[in-house]
T-cell receptor
Framework: KAGVTQTPRYLIKTRGQQVTLSCSPI?????VSWYQQTPGQGLQFLFE???????NKGNFPGRFSGRQFSNSRSEMNVSTLELGDSALYLC?????????????FGPGTRLTVT | GENVEQHPSTLSVQEGDSAVIKCTYS??????FPWYKQELGKRPQLIID?????GEKKDQRIAVTLNKTAKHFSLHITETQPEDSAVYFC??????????FGKGTRLHILP
């Protein structure tokens, strides 16, 4: 099976702009979660989608939003970018079935806001 | 809200010695505790996990212990090797709920 893929891998944006990141989960995985990784804060949970519905949400402002499509692919959008949004954004997919809770991470999208 | 504290933030051990990383969690309803390893420039990967109905789990050189009363769990790596050098993240969650990660421990294995 192909692993989790994310596009683009690198992105440079200017403050005030918006950005959309994409994540394709492992085939058959219905749950997709998004994380923000920064050197000082580790992995911070943004949100999780399952069957096109947001199932869980972290403590990020409303500028961060996401969605999931019927094929389980997910997108994350950040509007009105701030310098502090510079980070590695990781998505992870999970089978979401009893006994299997492992998160399979993608390679991440490195976002730089200038 | 839910919180996971992880210590130490950096750990250096001689090759062949043991390494221990400790985490505490705040949500007493948490019942799933995974550990992820992230090598430099790579994605995090699950190395071991434990459910709240088990006090200890071992897989070759790595083991995890859980103390539900004290709300803490630990990762033990024995006979450390150079390839164990990485950042390790602990996490806690209720099954099917969001996973809260610790801030990570950078483990250096010294030759």
């Amino acid at each position: 099976k192909a692993g989790v893929t994310q596009t683009p891998r690198y992105l440079i944006k200017t403050r005030g702009q918006q950005v959309t990141l994409s994540c394709s989960p492992i085939s058959g995985h219905r749950s997709v979660s998004w994380y923000q990784q920064t050197p000082g804060q580790g992995l911070q949970f943004l949100f999780e989608y399952f069957s096109e519905t947001q199932r869980n949400k972290g403590n990020f402002p409303g500028r961060f939003s996401g969605r999931q499509f019927s094929n389980s692919r997910s997108e994350m959008n950040v509007s009105t970018l701030e310098l502090g949004d510079s980070a590695l954004y990781l998505c992870a997919s999970s089978p979401f079935k009893a006994g299997s809770y492992e998160q399979y991470f993608g390679p991440g999208t490195r976002l730089t806001v200038t | 809200g839910e919180n996971v504290e992880q210590h130490p933030s950096t750990l250096s051990v001689q090759e062949g010695d043991s390494a221990v990383i400790k985490c505490t969690y705040s949500d007493s309803a948490s019942n799933y505790f995974p550990w992820y390893k992230q090598e430099l420039g790579k994605r995090p990967q699950l190395i071991i996990d434990i459910r709240s109905n088990v006090g200890e789990k071992k897989d070759q050189r790595i083991a995890v212990t859980l103390n539900k009363t004290a709300k803490h769990f630990s990762l033990h790596i024995t006979e450390t090797q150079p390839e164990d050098s990485a950042v390790y993240f602990c996490a806690a969650s209720r099954i099917d709920d969001k996973i809260i990660f610790g801030k990570g421990t950078r483990l250096h294995i010294l030759p």
